[in-house]
T-cell receptor, first 113, second 115 residues
C-alpha cells in the first residue's frame, strides 16, 4: 500500500467546516483512498473512500486532487463529536487476497466549542 | 443489529503468561481481522481469517496465533507475553475477503496490560 503523510494535529471551531489534508504522492492508478476515524476509547470507523472523483456521503466529503497525489477530507460542520484521530489510508486492490488496512499515525482533530 | 463484540474489555497479565482474546463478528460477516494498537500509534495488522482459513499475516512473531470457528467468531492467542505486547487489540469484521468497497467494522478492543 502507498505511504500517506498527514499533519499531526488540527484544531477547528464547532459548526465550522474542517479540511483534513493527506498526501500520497506514490499512489498508483488502481489504488483507492480510504478514510477512517477513531473516536476516543473506540475502534476505528469507516468514513469515506474514493478513486478519482470527489465523493460525498452523510458523514463527509472527499476531494481528490486531479493528479491523485493528495486528497482532503471535508467535514462540513464540525461538532464536538467529530473530535477524533482521522486516518488516511491508500489501499491497493490489485492484490485481492485480503482486507489489510495500513494505518499511519493519523491526524488528531480537536473541536473547540 | 449488534456490532463487533470483543471480550474481555480489559486484561492484566504478567510477563511469560499466555492470553486469549475473543471476537464475534457482525452477523453475516465471514471475515475477521486482528490489529494491535500501541499507545500513540495507528493500528497494525496482525491476521485476517476468512471462512476459517488464514488469508493474511502481518509482521508479528510466531508467539501470535489465531483461529476462526465455524460460527465465524475468532480467537487471538499470544504466548510468552512481553512488556511490549501491552496494547489495545482490535478485531474487525467484513462481509467479503477483499475488495475496493469492503468496509471494515471494528470492535471496541481489548486493552491488554503486561506487567
Amino acid at each position: 500500500d502507498a505511504k500517506t503523510t498527514q499533519p499531526n494535529s488540527m484544531e477547528s471551531n464547532e459548526e465550522e467546516p474542517v479540511h483534513l489534508p493527506c498526501n500520497h504522492s506514490t499512489i498508483s492508478g488502481t489504488d483507492y483512498i480510504h478514510w477512517y476515524r477513531q473516536l476516543p476509547s473506540q475502534g476505528p470507523e469507516y468514513v469515506i473512500h474514493g478513486l478519482t472523483s470527489n465523493v460525498n456521503n452523510r458523514m463527509a466529503s472527499l476531494a481528490i486532487a486531479e493528479d491523485r497525489k493528495s486528497s482532503t477530507l471535508i467535514l462540513h460542520r464540525a461538532t464536538l463529536r467529530d473530535a477524533a484521530v482521522y486516518y488516511c489510508i491508500v489501499k491497493t486492490v490489485l492484490c485481492l487476497t485480503n482486507s489489510k488496512l495500513t494505518f499511519g499515525k493519523g491526524i488528531t482533530l480537536s473541536v473547540r466549542p | 443489529d449488534a456490532g463487533v463484540t470483543q471480550s474481555p474489555t480489559h486484561l492484566i497479565k504478567t510477563r511469560g503468561q499466555h492470553v486469549t482474546l475473543r471476537c464475534s463478528p457482525i452477523s453475516g460477516h465471514k471475515s475477521v481481522s486482528w490489529y494491535q494498537q500501541v499507545l500513540g500509534q495507528g493500528p497494525q495488522f496482525i491476521f485476517q481469517y476468512y471462512e476459517k482459513e488464514e488469508r493474511g499475516r502481518g509482521n508479528f512473531p510466531d508467539r501470535f496465533s489465531a483461529r476462526q470457528f465455524p460460527n465465524y467468531s475468532s480467537e487471538l492467542n499470544v504466548n510468552a507475553l512481553l512488556l511490549g505486547d501491552s496494547a489495545l487489540y482490535l478485531c474487525a469484521s467484513s462481509l467479503l475477503l477483499a475488495g475496493w468497497n469492503n468496509e471494515q467494522f471494528f470492535g471496541p478492543g481489548t486493552r491488554l496490560t503486561v506487567l
